[in-house]
């Protein structure tokens, strides 16, 4: 309730042949988007304060958010301080009041656009050049009302960003045969590709009238400005493909690139590629009589990447209020690198391609190994150093897997068709390598569980607290009878899926088409922070127990060895259990209806009543 969402588009295009040879191509479209009172997602959004809400509260009684809308206003102690269903002036929110007292609006307006000449040479010779661009404004209204549960006094938050794109390039084409049997098609081209984006922050907090929410009638004001950022790439390209007899391909290609991000000696990458690939259906079988197609490929392809902008050299802010009204220089978290390198991607592949009786049994197989050295990543170091983390090249990920679709279609007809296909394939990911010194790196932390990637392991390892046990492997409780929880984090599982797969069928009859997919994610572990809260919350359905008597656990108390004989209530006991990661870690295996369709094709019956 009360969220909106307004499109518009405008497009235009132009086409016109100035001669037999020359022609040109040009598009704008305009396209506008009003967000009113977007849903907050996370811990301040409504569901988190609704999951959290204890279960005998009736919702309606919550309408009443504010003294104005009972009855008797002056029973409350403040006239505008929200209501929660814990009372007045604290900091449990009321949804009623995020929904209609808090704002989170946002307007966008885009401008994309390009202009294309091409030219054509002669029957096998053309080119063309073009240039596009894309500007993008935001403009964001973050307001918590006067009254809000966390800022009583109120807050107002503005955000202004630009983001724009430029690219222009051309392309030369050759498509020509050198021999009857020899095709050759070659593009050379080149780009030159400019990003930038510049911000701006305003927040406003203590308004002076409470019941006008503007920036100027607050009396706090803070202000960043995030000046204009920019980042370049030009590029030289070519790509080649040779074609023989139509039964064999070979295709390669080499891109260099120089980027703005990097320094003078780094900045220049190239990187390669070759594919090649061959039909053998009308050696092993000329007359077709049962194989319609076979083909083998192979490829290998290197990919570079540099980082984003202003890496290099270290810059020191000037807070906007500093220590003793002083003007000071407020040094950087992160150490960057004046000798950063650009990433690199190789990879490998081989596959086959192959199509039966009359195209009644098909498949595809692929099996790849990609290689990802010299990650451009931030690495934590100790607190001695003066940063948080160093930007380095670090270390090498490698991934292998397999992809398999096998396909055919059992029933066909004049006037019914029954395609069916499955598809499996399974990734291997692993960390080889990170720098000297470091086997793991943190991707991210929540609670008592991280994400990290560990060397020898997987990208994607859960590590996270455990009961906390004995040398004998027994649970220990503390002296009050708590649940213990352990100092160290173990490795209890992976986010990666073991496998994932899925079945497609499609039924044709006649102009009707019919078609679901089922898809399947088999293994892989995942973290629930939701049931976490739910638990320590006393609002989840396994927190009933122990309500009524509470609990002595089962355990040995750790100061004394002996078995524990304490009792605690089931408040204390799920306050516990919920710091203990691995209680909340879960299969994450499922299996989705994933798609339906059902679709009728106009055209025969439109080509009959025309004829």
């Not at 049997?181 to 701006?200: H, P, T």
């Not at 859960?462 to 984090?489: D, M, Q």
């Amino acid at each position: 309730p009360n969220s909106t969402l307004d499109n518009h588009n405008f497009s235009l295009r132009a086409l016109a042949n100035l001669s037999e040879d020359f022609s040109i191509d040009a598009k704008a479209t305009y396209f506008t988007q009003e967000v009113n009172n977007r849903v907050n997602m996370g811990s301040e959004g409504i569901l988190a304060y609704l999951y959290t809400m204890p279960r005998n509260i009736g919702l309606d009684g919550l309408k009443k958010y504010k003294p104005s809308l009972w009855e008797d206003p002056s029973m409350f102690p403040n006239e505008y301080n929200v209501i929660s269903y814990a009372g007045q002036n604290k900091s449990t929110g009321n949804p009623y009041w995020m929904l209609n007292e808090d704002k989170n609006d946002e307007r966008r307006n885009r401008f994309m656009g390009f202009a294309k000449l091409n030219y054509e040479f002669t029957d096998w010779l053309s080119a063309f050049v073009r240039i596009g661009g894309d500007v993008t404004n935001v403009r964001t209204e973050y307001l918590q009302n006067y009254g809000h549960h966390f800022f009583p006094s109120g807050r107002i938050t503005l955000t202004e960003n630009k983001f724009t794109e430029i690219n222009s390039d051309f392309l030369i084409t050759a498509n020509k045969d050198i021999t009857e049997k020899i095709n050759f098609v070659a593009n050379v081209g080149g780009s030159m590709w400019k990003s930038s984006f510049e911000g701006s922050w305003d927040q406003g907090a203590d308004f002076r009238i409470p019941s006008r929410a503007f920036f100027g009638n607050t009396n706090q004001k803070l202000a960043t400005y995030q000046p204009l950022g920019m980042q370049k790439i030009n590029s030289l390209y070519g790509a080649f493909n040779f074609e023989y007899d139509d039964f064999m391909y070979l295709d390669i290609t080499g891109r260099n690139d120089w980027s703005s991000t990097l320094s003078e000696d780094n900045r220049s990458y190239f990187y390669p590629s070759v594919s090649y690939a061959i039909l053998l259906d009308q050696f092993i079988d000329p007359a077709r009589d049962f194989l319609n197609m076979f083909k083998l490929r192979a490829s290998w392809a290197q990919v570079g990447n540099d980082t984003s902008p202003y890496q290099l050299y270290q810059t020191f802010s000037v807070p906007s209020q500093g220590y003793l009204g002083l003007t000071v220089l407020e040094g950087p978290s992160v150490k960057l690198n004046p000798d950063l390198k650009p990433e690199s991607v190789e990879s490998v592949e081989l596959g086959l391609e192959y199509s039966l009786f009359a195209n009644r049994l098909y498949g595809n197989l692929s099996v790849y190994k990609i290689s990802t050295t010299d990650m451009i990543f931030r690495v934590p170091v100790p607190f001695s150093t003066g940063y948080s983390t160093f930007l380095e090249n670090v270390g090498e990920v490698e991934n292998k897997g397999i992809e398999v679709l096998l396909g055919g279609v059992p029933v066909r007809t004049e006037d019914f068709k029954w395609d069916i296909s499955v598809n499996f394939s399974k990734n291997e990911n692993k960390l080889v390598e990170l720098i000297d010194g470091l086997d793991y790196t943190v991707l991210n932390s929540l609670g008592g569980l991280s994400v990290r990637a560990e060397v020898g392991g997987g990208i994607g390892d859960l590590y996270g607290t455990v009961w906390k046990t004995n040398e004998n492997g027994e649970r220990l409780v503390s002296v009050e009878g708590y649940p213990l929880v352990s100092s160290e984090r173990v490795k209890l599982g992976n986010a990666q899926p073991n496998w994932i797969g899925g079945i497609s069928n499609t039924f044709q009859y006649n102009d009707w088409n019919l078609r679901f997919l089922i898809d399947a994610r088999i293994g892989g572990q995942i973290y629930s922070a939701t049931s976490t809260y739910l638990d320590a919350a006393g609002v989840s359905e396994r927190s009933l127990q122990f309500r009524e008597e509470g609990v002595v656990v089962d355990a040995i108390n750790e100061s004394t060895g002996a078995q524990n004989t304490e009792q605690i209530t089931a408040q204390q006991y799920w306050g516990s259990m919920s710091g203990i990661a691995s209680n909340y870690i879960y299969d994450q295996t499922n299996i989705r209806f994933r798609e339906f369709s059902l679709s009728y094709n106009f055209a025969s019956v439109c080509v009959t009543w025309y004829m």
